[in-house]
T-cell receptor, first 116, second 111 residues
Framework: DAGVIQSPRHEVTEMGQEVTLRCKPI?????LFWYRQTMMRGLELLIY????????DSGMPEDRFSAKMPNASFSTLKIQPSEPRDSAVYFC???FGSGHSSYEQYFGPGTRLTVT | DAKTTQPPSMDCAEGRAANLPCNHS???????VYWYRQIHSQGPQYIIH???NNETNEMASLIITEDRKSSTLILPHATLRDTAVYYC????????????FGTGTSLTVIP
């Protein structure tokens, strides 16, 4: 398996622009997570899905952030409009759910977002 | 999920065992201890997890005290590639699978 795939790996955009980050989870995993990592705040959970349904989005910082999972093999995280303080590395992760004792998450390589 | 406490940084000589401590004094009976690591610029990587008993895999060993209030991750023969931030996380296995990462321990393996 290729692991969790994220695109793009790097994104540089101007303030006010829309940004869309993409994630393809590991085939067969039924949980998908979006995290954000900054030096100041560390690794923060933004939202997670189970069987394509959003379960907890309490970590989403503002209404400017939205996430979708239209099918089991694809998810997007959108920021509209983007702001400089959104600059961070965004990670996607996936895992098996119930019935698996370990529940370890597998992380993608991340998308480094810079908003100028 | 229970809060964990880890030292912010540690050094270890290459080839020696690296022992990374974690305090989780408020852990509940149904909470597991997980360890992840993050090598610079990469996504976090699962290492090992356990509930009560000590565990060992190809990467590391996990030693959990009898009262479960603390644990130690052991890298038996540290290499330069083990330089990373190590996160200790405790969580209940059935609660939605979310993990809450703290600040971790930055391990530097010295040649």
């Amino acid at each position: 398996d290729a692991g969790v795939i994220q695109s793009p790996r790097h994104e540089v955009t101007e303030m006010g622009q829309e940004v869309t980050l993409r994630c393809k989870p590991i085939s067969g995993h039924d949980y998908l997570f979006w995290y954000r990592q900054t030096m100041m705040r560390g690794l923060e959970l933004l939202i997670y899905f189970n069987n394509n349904v959003p379960i907890d989005d309490s970590g989403m910082p503002e209404d400017r952030f939205s996430a979708k999972m239209p099918n089991a093999s694809f998810s997007t995280l959108k920021i509209q409009p983007s702001e400089p303080r959104d600059s961070a590395v965004y990670f996607c992760a996936s895992s098996f759910g119930s019935g698996h004792s370990s529940y370890e998450q597998y992380f993608g390589p991340g998308t480094r977002l810079t908003v100028t | 999920d229970a809060k964990t406490t880890q030292p912010p940084s540690m050094d270890c000589a290459e080839g020696r065992a690296a022992n990374l401590p974690c305090n989780h004094s408020t852990i509940s009976g149904n909470e597991y201890v997980y360890w992840y690591r993050q090598i610079h610029s990469q996504g976090p990587q699962y290492i090992i997890h356990g509930l009560k008993n000590n565990e060992t895999n190809e990467m590391a060993s996990l030693i959990i005290t009898e009262d479960r209030k603390s644990s130690t991750l052991i890298l038996p023969h540290a290499t330069l590639r083990d330089t990373a931030v190590y996160y200790c996380i405790v969580r209940v296995a059935h609660t939605g699978n979310q993990f809450y990462f703290g600040t971790g321990t930055s391990l530097t393996v010295i040649p």
